[in-house]
């Protein structure tokens, strides 16, 4: 039974991998770092912003955008994807928010909130 736990412990971080090529960095020269960017974003579990059909943009601090594949482009590609994650509309209240790369490796989304007056 122990080592049952430990091999779950082990396993189901490796799950949640994303494939490095369900996403595509549109401007990499804008940050000195990219590899640190790559590893962080093929430890992330990506699907919650995937849509079914159409590509998502994720904007960082500093300018780097990446886009993800859409969910039909990755089953074309044969790339695994957690299909109950995937957006099926868009959101009726799209935040925008702005992705940052921690000093820890971790993809942190950051909200804004615009007060009207």
Do not use: W
Request: aromatic share 12%; proline share 5%.
């Amino acid at each position: 039974m122990k080592r049952f736990v430990v091999f779950l412990l082990l396993v189901l971080p490796l799950l949640s991998m994303t494939d490095p090529r369900s996403f595509v960095f549109v401007n990499p020269n804008v940050v000195t770092n990219i590899d640190d960017y790559n590893y962080a974003l093929c430890k992330a579990d990506l699907d919650k912003y995937r849509s079914m059909d159409k590509r998502y943009t994720m904007h960082f601090e500093g300018g780097l955008d990446v886009e993800l594949l859409s969910a039909n482009e990755m089953t074309a590609l044969n790339l695994p994807f957690n299909a109950s994650h995937i957006r099926q509309q868009d959101p009726d209240f799209d935040t925008k928010p702005i992705f940052k790369l921690a000093a820890d490796g971790i993809i942190i989304e950051v909200q804004t909130r615009v007060k009207y007056k």
